[in-house]
């Protein structure tokens, strides 16, 4: 199994460019998450979907959006790119349903993205 | 919000040296813990997790971790280390009430010959 595939792997885009991260699964789980990856910051979650048909804001939201297209796929755009967003972005998922608080997080390997 | 603060950005230890990596949670209900790992350039893996029970989790690779109510705590340990433990070490808390996990700031391991 592929697990969680993230593609790009790299991006480079210029200020005010917009471009979207696509992440999906192969696991059949109903839980989504998009986390960025800051030296010094650990992981802070952006965006999460419990599951198909939802979504809804984590820590740090502001300037991305969410699409949870279908229980597999999982994006996340950035409309306006600016030199903050520059980060390492991952995607995780989870078998998790309900008040399954134990359930593991799978992650992908992650998308290096820097905003000149 | 229930959160997770890890103690000490960089630790070193000797080859065969104990390793130490400390977690503190903030929690008024019993959390549900986890240490990931995530070895240069790749995602993050689970080491271990604590849920109801055993306070004393085992986990992959020699690691591991003891939940202590009293000291709010869930440190990370491994009696000898070896070189292939260098990583980041990541404690996170799967947060009551939502689907969120909240990660904290990681630890750096570097192991020393």
């Known amino acids: 199994n592929a697990g969680v595939t993230q593609t790009p792997k790299f991006q480079v885009l210029k200020t005010g460019q917009s471009m979207t991260l696509q992440c999906a699964q192969d696991m059949n789980h109903n839980s989504m998450y998009w986390y960025r990856q800051d030296p010094g910051m650990g992981l802070r979650l952006i965006y999460y979907?419990?599951?198909?048909?939802?979504?809804d804001k984590g820590e740090v939201p502001n300037g991305y959006n969410v699409s949870r297209l279908n229980k597999r796929e999982f994006s996340l755009r950035l409309e306006s790119a600016a030199p903050s967003q520059t980060s390492v972005y991952f995607c995780a998922s989870t078998p998790r349903a309900s008040q399954d608080y134990n359930e593991k997080l799978f992650f992908g390997s992650g998308t290096q993205l820097s905003v000149l | 919000a229930q959160s997770v603060t890890q103690l000490g950005s960089h630790v070193s230890v000797s080859e065969g040296a104990l390793v130490l990596l400390r977690c503190n949670y903030s929690s008024s209900v019993p959390p549900y813990l986890f240490w990931y790992v995530q070895y240069p350039n790749q995602g993050l893996q689970l080491l271990l997790k604590y849920t109801t029970g055993a306070t004393l989790v085992k986990g992959i690779n020699g690691f591991e971790a003891e939940f202590k109510k009293s000291e709010t705590s869930f440190h990370l340990t491994k009696p000898s280390a070896h070189m292939s433990d260098a990583a980041e070490y990541f404690c996170a808390v799967s947060d009551m009430g939502t689907y969120k996990y909240i990660f904290g700031t990681g630890t750096r391991l570097k192991v020393l010959a």
């Open positions: 979907s419990a599951s198909e048909g939802t979504t």
